[in-house]
C-alpha cells in the first residue's frame, strides 16, 4: 500500500492563489486588567497554510472529540449532566473543593519538534490501535 494522499485530499489542502493574503498581526487592548497591556491577534484566514490546517482539522478534530468526550463540556446542559452523574457514582461530596485558574502570559508559541512528537503520540495511541472505531461516521484505524 501506498502512503500517499488523494487528488481531493490534495485540493482541499491547496491554497486559492487569487484570495491568498500574507498573515497580518494586530492588537486588541485588555482593558479589563488593572494594568492596560495588549493581545496580539494573528489574522490568517486567506495565509497560505490555512488550508492546510483546516483539513488537519477536518481530519483529527472528531478523533480527539470522541477521545475526550468523557473529559470535555460541550455546553452548560452537557456540564450538568456530567456533574449529576459524578454525584451519583459518589465522585462529588459536601467536601467536593472546585478550581478556578487564571493563566497569565501564556505562551503560545509551541515548538514544531514537540508539536510533531505530541500528534504522532496522540495518533499511535488512538488511530493505530488496531481498532477501528466511526465517530462521525468516518473510520479510523
Not at 488550508?51 to 446542559?77: A, C, E, G, H, R
Not at 467536601?95 to 515548538?111: C, G, H, S
Request: proline share 5%; with cysteine.
Amino acid at each position: 500500500e501506498r502512503n500517499e494522499i488523494t487528488n481531493e485530499q490534495y485540493k482541499q489542502m491547496y491554497p486559492n492563489l487569487k484570495t491568498l493574503e500574507l498573515a497580518h498581526i494586530y492588537f486588541n487592548l485588555k482593558v479589563h486588567k488593572p494594568e492596560i497591556s495588549v493581545r496580539p491577534i494573528v489574522a490568517s484566514i486567506k495565509a497560505p497554510a490555512r488550508q492546510i490546517s483546516s483539513f488537519l482539522d477536518q481530519l483529527l478534530t472528531p478523533i480527539y472529540n470522541y477521545v475526550t468526550k468523557d473529559i470535555t463540556f460541550i455546553n452548560s446542559i452537557d456540564l450538568i449532566r456530567k456533574l449529576k452523574d459524578c454525584t451519583e457514582k459518589g465522585y462529588l461530596t459536601s467536601t467536593t473543593l472546585f478550581v478556578t485558574f487564571d493563566v497569565a502570559d501564556l505562551y503560545t508559541m509551541i515548538p514544531k519538534d514537540g508539536a510533531f512528537a505530541a500528534l504522532r503520540r496522540f495518533c499511535q495511541k488512538y488511530s493505530v490501535s488496531g481498532k477501528n472505531w466511526k465517530p462521525q461516521n468516518r473510520y479510523y484505524h
